[in-house]
């Protein structure tokens, strides 16, 4: 059974830091590669990053490279996406998504199963 919970949500203020989670289930986390996405007001959603279950390698959509980090917590069955430096434009919907796919790529429509999203808001 997938399921993936996103936290970690808020307001922040421009070149603030945030670190969102996504939770899976302990199946998921173990069989899925564990992707990033947002999708900003009137925008598409695109693609952040991914970490893949077999050996937590992980890729980046080239735009956010160098202000977001994905990481895992095996133990906690959780995903992390760290955030610094973040600028107004970062403001969207964040959703986690697992696909069944080794290595892991940013390629949304690869990705099955989505969570409900947390919201990002960056503002003064």
């Known amino acids: 059974h997938v399921q993936l919970v996103e936290s970690g949500g808020g307001l922040v203020q421009p070149g603030g830091s945030l670190r969102l989670s996504c939770v899976a289930s302990?199946?998921?986390?173990?069989?899925?590669?564990i992707g990033w996405f947002r999708q900003a007001p009137g925008k598409e959603r695109e693609g952040i990053s991914c970490?893949?279950?077999?050996?937590?390698?992980?890729d980046y959509t080239d735009s956010m490279k160098g202000r977001f980090t994905i990481s895992r917590d095996k133990d906690k069955n959780t995903v992390y996406l760290q955030m610094h430096s973040l600028k107004p434009e970062d403001t969207a919907v964040y959703y986690c998504?697992?696909?069944?796919?080794?290595?892991?790529?940013?390629?949304?429509?690869?990705?099955?199963?989505w969570g409900q999203g947390t919201q990002v808001a960056v503002s003064p």
């Open positions: 998504a697992a696909a069944s796919i080794f290595p892991c790529t940013v390629v949304e429509v690869l990705y099955d199963y």
């Open positions: 302990e199946f998921t986390f173990n069989n899925y590669a």
């Open positions: 970490i893949s279950s077999d050996d937590g390698s992980t």
